[in-house]
């Protein structure tokens, strides 16, 4: 029986499914000419990733910048797990519908006196899994 883990990238429908079951997702940028990364708690709606943040921060200014978005899961005792990385150009949400919709206390900010929106289109989508490969049946016998 093969125990080694195997690496395979996922599909974008695997991927999205998987980045969906995440809370807390890490944001790319660059600030100041200088790598940038920031733990958020999120949401994907519909074709995009949305945070909420302040109107103050570093993150509010990335209004048509290009960012990445990664979120993942790892099992230390299996060595195992997923990641998958988001790009997309960050938009601010404007629009009074959405905005009522996300502002749903169910979707809130782990950070209290977050009311700025912050969406993160799916441009490009991948994901990979690290994991045990499947037993087959002549392994188990």
Do not use: C
């Not at 958020?40 to 048509?64: H, Y």
Request: glycine letters at 6%; aromatic letters at 6%; a neutral charge.
């Amino acid at each position: 029986m093969n125990t080694h883990n195997e690496l395979r990238s996922l599909t974008t429908r695997e991927s999205i499914v998987l980045l969906s079951s995440a809370q807390v997702g890490r944001v790319v940028f660059t600030d100041e000419a200088l790598p940038a990364i920031r733990p958020v708690n999120f949401v994907v709606d519909g074709a995009s990733v949305v945070i909420r943040t302040g109107r103050e921060g570093s993150l509010s200014k990335l209004n048509g910048n290009v960012v990445a978005f990664e979120a993942d899961h790892i099992d230390l005792a299996t060595r195992s797990g997923w990641s998958v990385i988001v790009h997309g150009r960050a938009e601010r949400v404007r629009d009074i519908d959405q905005l009522v919709t996300l502002a749903d206390p169910a979707k809130s900010s782990w950070v209290p006196l977050r009311d700025y929106f912050l969406r993160i289109p799916f441009e490009m989508v991948t994901g990979r899994r690290l994991a045990l490969p499947h037993v087959t049946s002549e392994a188990t016998g």
